[in-house]
């Protein structure tokens, strides 16, 4: 079985969205939780092998690199408390990442993409800890859980002060529990849980219309700088 992550779904501009390529991954599993780990930066347009590693354990693979690993978890997850939908545009209206982003074409949360190509998600910090933003699902993303994994991952790494110290996602693990509708207004709420050298690991949560949760992730973050 081989997947290929296209340019389009890229995070830096070289390789592809850390949740993005981890959903992807996630989905050759199976549902239910999972953790993934990536090994190295998923390389774009390029076949990537995916492999199993042991009974309940997959591989993706570039020839002899491995890429990422995904096994099943438990579900342990946290919910981040919600920020009132009606605040969220003031709070995203501060998003860093318009000012100050490392990776200013990330398929999330790249302010650099064109109107519809990426998911135009903008977190800003709500003060506490949490960040909040809103998305607005477009019909091209909605059945497909691996951006739902996607849109789990940056609201999160905004917790932290990214724009200051670039960070690439180093291990995610998440749990899908509904897709969204075409056209649905999701919030996404992020959280900072804690950082020690160069690792910082946060939460984040999907939110569908009505409040239900969608997804919820806890991740580990590794400063490349």
């Known amino acids: 079985m081989t997947v290929t992550v296209r340019f389009r779904f890229r995070g ?3 390789s592809g969205n850390g949740g993005y390529v981890a959903g992807l991954l996630a989905g050759r599993l199976g549902d239910g939780p999972a953790t993934v780990t990536l090994r190295t930066p998923p390389p774009l347009e390029t076949p990537l092998t995916v492999r199993s590693s042991s009974s309940d354990a997959l591989e993706l693979v570039d020839g ?3 890429v990422a690993v995904v096994a099943a978890a438990p579900d342990d ?3 981040v408390p919600p920020v009132p939908v009606e605040d969220v545009a003031e709070i995203s209206a501060r998003y860093p990442g318009f000012t100050a ?5 990330c398929f999330v949360c790249g ?3 064109s109107p519809g190509d990426g998911l135009g998600l ?3 910090r709500v003060g506490d800890g949490r960040t909040a933003c809103l998305w607005s699902v477009g019909p091209d993303v909605a059945g497909a859980p691996e951006f739902v994994w996607a849109a789990l991952d940056c609201p999160g790494g905004w917790s932290a002060p990214i724009e200051g110290r670039p960070m690439l996602l180093g291990r995610i693990t998440a749990a899908v529990s509904a ?3 075409p056209g649905e207004s999701c919030l996404v709420m992020g959280a900072l849980v804690g950082t020690e050298g160069r690792k910082t690991w946060t939460d984040s949560t999907l939110y569908g219309a009505g409040g239900r949760v969608l997804g ?5 973050w590794i400063a490349i700088t």
């Open 64 to 66: 002899s690199t491995l």
């Open 12 to 14: 830096p501009t070289t």
């Open 111 to 113: 302010p650099d993409r």
């Open 216 to 220: 919820r992730a806890r991740s580990t």
């Open 179 to 181: 897709l969204p509708e």
């Open 122 to 124: 903008f977190p800003g």
């Open 101 to 105: 982003h490392p990776f200013p074409e």
């Open 77 to 79: 997850l946290a919910a």
